[in-house]
C-alpha cells in the first residue's frame, strides 16, 4: 500500500524543459550541418549533449523525493544531483576534448551555451495550465 | 616563453574551475538553506518550491559550467601555444 499522499502530487513538467535543450540541440546541428558540413555539425552536437546529458543527470536525481515528509531528503538529493552535475560535466568536457576534438570550438561553445540557455525559459515552460 | 604561456593558463584554468565551484557551492547552499526555511513554513508550497529551486539552480550554474568548459578547453587545445 503506497503513500496516499504521494499519489496525489502532481509532478512537474521537467520533461517539456528536457525537450526543449532537445530541440535546440538538433536546431544547433542543423544549423552546423548548414553552415559548415558535417564536422561543424558533429561539433555542435558533441557541444549540445555536453550541455543535455548532466541536466538530465540532474532533473532526474532532483525529483526523485517529493512531498513534506521528505523535505530533507529533496535537499540531500539536490546537492548530490549538482555535485554530480559539476562532475559530468568536467568528465564529458574532458572526453570530447582527448577522444574527438572538435574541429569548430565557436560552433561547440556556441550549442553548449544555447543548450545550457533553455533554463531561463523554465518559468514559461514549467508552467501549469490555470484551469479557471 | 611557451612554458611561461602553459604556467599562466594552468592559473587560469585552476581560478576559473575553483571559482565557479565556490559560486556555485555558495549558491546552492543559500538556495538550500531558504527552500527549507520555506518548507518550515508553508509545508504545503512544498511542490512548488522544489520546482522553483530547480529553475533557479539551473540559472545558477550555468555561467560556472561554460567557466568548466572553457578551462578544458584551454587544457587539452590551449589556443595561446602555436
Known sequence: MGNPLAAKLKRPRILRLLLAQLVVVCVATGLGAYMGGMDVAVSALLGGGVALLPNAYFAWRAFRFQGA????????????????????????????FVTVPPSNPAFFFGAYVATLFVHWLGPWLLKRPSRT | MEAQILGMTAIAVSLLIGLGALGTAIG???????????AARQPEMIPMLQVKMFIVAGLLDAVSMIG???????????PFVG
Not at chain 1, 69 to 95: C, D, M, P, W
Request: glycine fraction near 14%; aromatic fraction near 18%.
Open chain 2, 68 to 78: 568548466v568548459g572553457i578551462a578544458l578547453f584551454f587544457t587539452f587545445a590551449n
Open chain 1, 69 to 96: 515528509q521528505h523535505t530533507r531528503n529533496i535537499i540531500k538529493s539536490f546537492y548530490r544531483a549538482e555535485a554530480g552535475k559539476f562532475g559530468l560535466t568536467v568528465v564529458l568536457f574532458t572526453l570530447v
Open chain 2, 28 to 38: 546552492f547552499g543559500i538556495l538550500g538553506g531558504k527552500f527549507l526555511e520555506g
